[in-house]
């Protein structure tokens, strides 16, 4: 009997974490500052769990519900489809009111709506069906572009770092003057990222030296010195490439192979932020956009249109189910339409201060930490290790 409890005991706990996870009190996602002394939050982790469940009905921190364009939009659509329904309501039963619109002498407006409802229903298929086999399209393009950014851009700056870091301080030295340049730099050239793309490059100065505090008084006028151009974050990466060739000069680095090693990492570094440059630069091709936005806002307004008509009828029979279907089918199809219209534009420069964006601030201390961790392992080695290495001076 109390083997059987032993082997329960694990299933019932593992099940009510389970619970816990998904419809506990905590919230979905956790955020923390943009940057340093900034009052925006940014999204670092979320807990999917709880987008699996009911609980996602009620959640609005850092989701697209929240933006105003869509509440806009959707007013708009609510608007039309209503103004469209009123007059179908109005003059359901009177004759002669639908002869513009190709209708025989004498037919009324319930006669032309039950004739015309098959091919309205099967146009406005038509158009969900285009729309949404082009959205999923442009969607799997703007989320593909996005992880490249994420994986190749920034996790190939923090990766170029890292091996600097790790390379550098367990074979050419420990000098902490030279360690600390290399993750400031790093840290530097993604932040630079994030100026550029926020339009604070007239601040670059300020940021850089007072609220980050990456960079000095006079390692900031030397950055500036004759680049006035919004490719800063790509050159500071020369100085990654000046510290290794610095190192090499004074007979620290001893072997070509290692000097051609930590040369590729800082060639790495700087092909991480060209990476960014290019993705945020050349954007997906304009008319493809505009077509697809032109078709998604046709789709809306015939929709509403049609939909209206037909809602305007039903309530005039009383058919309380078939206006439901309709009026849900007015608000959802338009409402996921816009939102991944907007979620994709967004997702095509995730540097700017939306709380769906990349955290600035957590990046850049993940440089930082990840670094001097690298340099505390490397000085902390077990006892059998420390006996037979001699970390360089």
């Known amino acids: ?46 807990e999917p769990l709880k987008l699996s469940s009911f609980r996602v009905l009620f959640v609005l921190r850092g989701t697209v519900l929240k933006d105003p364009i869509l509440l806009l939009e959707q007013a708009l659509i609510t608007l039309l489809f209503l103004a469209v329904a009123l007059p179908v309501y109005v003059n359901f039963n009177r004759k002669g009111v639908v002869e513009s619109l190709g209708a025989k002498d004498g037919t009324s407006m319930r006669k032309w709506v039950d004739s015309q409802e098959g091919r309205m229903r099967e146009f406005a298929m038509i158009m969900t069906v285009l729309a949404s086999l082009l959205l999923s399209f442009y969607t799997a393009i703007a989320v593909g572009r996005w992880w490249t950014i994420r994986c190749s851009g920034v996790g190939a700056i923090r990766a170029a770092a890292m091996e600097l870091e790790m390379l550098v301080s367990q074979m050419v030295t420990q000098d902490p003057q030279v360690l600390k340049a290399i993750r400031r730099y790093a840290r530097a050239s993604l932040v630079l990222v994030f100026l550029w793309r926020r339009k604070q490059l007239s601040e670059l100065k300020h940021q850089l030296v007072n609220v980050h505090g990456l960079l000095d008084e006079q390692e900031a006028d030397q950055l500036l010195k004759g680049n006035n151009h919004p490719c800063l974050h790509e050159t500071i990466w020369a100085w990654q490439s000046a510290i290794v060739c610095t190192l090499h000069r004074e007979g620290k680095i001893k072997s070509e192979p290692l000097l051609k090693t930590l040369l590729q990492h800082c060639s790495d570094g700087r092909m991480g932020v060209q990476c960014i440059h290019t993705h945020l630069v050349v954007k997906i091709p304009m008319q493809y956009v505009h077509l697809l936005g032109v078709l998604v806002k046709m789709h809306n307004f015939v929709l509403a249109v049609i939909m209206g008509s037909l809602f305007g009828a039903a309530v005039r029979n009383g058919e309380i189910i078939i206006c439901l279907q309709l009026a849900g089918r007015t608000l959802i199809l338009p409402l996921l339409f816009n939102a991944i219209l907007l979620i994709n534009a967004e997702l095509s420069d995730p540097f700017e201060a939306h709380e769906s964006d990349f955290p600035c601030n957590a990046y850049s201390n993940a440089i930082e930490q990840g670094g001097a961790s690298f340099v505390k392992a490397g000085q902390n080695v077990p006892d059998w290790m420390s006996r037979r290495i001699r970390l360089p001076a």
């Open 1 to 46: 009997m109390s083997n059987k409890k032993t082997e329960e005991t694990p299933f019932w706990n593992d099940a009510a974490d389970h619970l816990v996870a998904t419809y506990g009190t905590k919230g979905h996602a956790e955020l923390v500052p943009e940057s340093p002394g900034s009052h925006n939050s940014v999204i670092v982790d979320y």
